[in-house]
């Protein structure tokens, strides 16, 4: 998958997204076959897919680590599930985050650790089967609902209302990662993050085919001084402007504002070129999470950098409080009836 998405995208759609409408409309029929005639696995727990219909960018990581924390307090031991995009190791992997480095299993899964059971996987199905083993009570699956190899019993698409489907092509045309109507077909529900109206004409296609839908902020968490202070914002995110207009938000002067590729692990010249530019104008660094736990248990330069950063940590916060354990409770129920038809099947 392309880590960093081409502005175009993001715009209506113009002669770059027609010119690679053959090339969208055959990865388009791939996926979409893909999707229908997969063979999924089944695991002996419920299984919740947070994904998107975009590549990148809508707050997965953040919504998995919301419903996590929902679980916890109802006393469920939840388990993720990635596959360590961004990381080195091909073996499965149970993550901890005081010995593994974002290099080897990712940033993202990194992150996820810190909250709960975390397991790594270039196969779900593998990392399914550990999860289970580790004695997980669920499965969060942070992503990988297009090309998932696993029954999932709850499936909820997190939409940007910001970006929403960008141009409306599939890549490479544009980031919608497969047919709209088939990632409708087989989603649950809905989370619409945000302001904006981008994603309401999806929300009410929803709607009419009787898919529930949430609606969620990110939120700033802890104590974040930044106001009044003059900064160098970094973010190797999918979606950069975001993490910029919330380090605004906080009362900051952006006076250099630096973007890299989503999961790009910086070069010794990329780290130094910041550590550089802050010190020529006096600058206060700022990045996301994800950024700093590639940075962390780095030397040298690396090192340097991570110790001079101010890190934004954002939280999924939904509307209705008690939507993230309705949406446990609900993929325990699916779970349970899964679960019955396969005996049934087998009597």
Known sequence: MISEAPPFWWRRAGWQAWALSPLSFLYGRVAGYRMVHASRASVPIPVICVGNFTVGGAGKTPT?????????????????????????????????????????????????????????????????????????????????????????????????????????????????????????????????????????????????????????QLKVSGENYLEGLKVLAFAGIADPEKFFRTVRSLGASI???TSFGDHEHLSEEEIDGLLTTADQQNLTIVTTSKDFVRLAGHHGKAAQLAARCRVVEVEMAFTDPLAPGLIIDRAFEACRQRRLREAKKKA
């Open 64 to 216: 998995a680590i919301a419903i996590a924390r929902a679980a916890k307090a109802k006393g469920l031991k939840p388990g993720f599930l990635s596959r360590g995009h961004g990381g080195s190791l091909d073996v499965t992997t149970v993550v901890d985050p005081s010995h593994h480095r974002a290099v080897a299993v990712g940033d993202e899964p990194l992150l996820l650790a810190q909250e709960a059971l975390t397991v790594i996987s270039r196969r779900r199905v593998d990392g399914a089967a550990r999860l289970v083993e580790e004695g997980a009570d669920f499965i969060i699956m942070d992503d990988g609902f297009q090309s998932a190899r696993l029954a999932i019993d709850y499936a909820l698409l997190v939409i940007d209302a910001t970006r929403g489907l960008g141009n409306g092509h599939i890549v490479p045309g544009g980031p919608v990662r497969a047919p709209i109507r088939l990632q409708l077909r087989e989603a649950t529900a809905l989370l619409k993050v945000g302001e904006g109206n981008a994603a309401d004409r999806i929300v009410r296609i929803a709607a009419r085919a009787a898919k529930p839908y949430f609606t969620a």
């Open 255 to 257: 006076e250099v504002a």
